[in-house]
């Protein structure tokens, strides 16, 4: 599925994926891990999570910077809005 890097207002429906996300069983500091942690947990969990495309399109909406969003860090984020232009 193509993901679309466009900035948008956050809505109700958009945030809808949180609901059942299995992040939101699991605590901050497993997606937000402590510099130079790995972060292959989160990336497992999140790959097992029916809400990781509209958690990635989310984060890339909103410029996250920090933490694991649908399945890719920091780093991963950035090289994807890389590649998109």
Not at 31 to 55: H, I, M
Request: charged share 25%; net charge positive.
């Amino acid at each position: 599925m193509p993901i679309n890097i466009t900035t948008s207002t956050t809505t109700s429906d958009e945030l809808s994926w949180q609901e059942s996300a299995l992040c939101a069983q699991t605590g901050p500091e497993f997606f937000f891990p402590a510099p130079g942690s790995s972060t292959r947990e989160a990336k497992r969990l999140c790959g097992a999570c029916e809400g990781r495309v509209a958690c990635l399109q989310y984060a890339l909406n909103h410029d996250e910077r920090f933490g694991v969003w649908g399945g890719l860090s920091e780093k991963e984020r950035q090289n994807l809005r890389r590649r998109s232009r």
